[in-house]
């Protein structure tokens, strides 16, 4: 647990942070389509919600990216 925690308080590459950047915004549209407060189609819905995950995965992956890997 302790390495996780080390991992994402390291020094992240650029690159990896304009992909969380983009996870992120990904993650904020599919959790908007999610929350639309009309009713939407189902394929909609159902799109907003793998958005939504694959932009919280992305997120996650891109800020336990480090610098200095020596482990």
């Not at 993650?27 to 929350?35: F, H, P, Q, R």
């Not at 189902?42 to 995965?57: D, K």
């Amino acid at each position: 647990m302790k390495k996780i925690i080390r991992r994402a308080s390291a020094p992240t590459p650029k690159f990896f942070k304009v992909l969380r950047n983009v996870g992120l915004a990904l993650a904020a549209v599919g959790g908007t389509i999610l929350a639309a407060p009309i009713t939407l189609p189902v394929i909609v819905t159902t799109i907003g919600g793998y958005v939504a995950v694959a932009g919280g995965v992305l997120s996650a992956a891109s800020q336990l990216s480090t610098i200095d890997d020596s482990e």
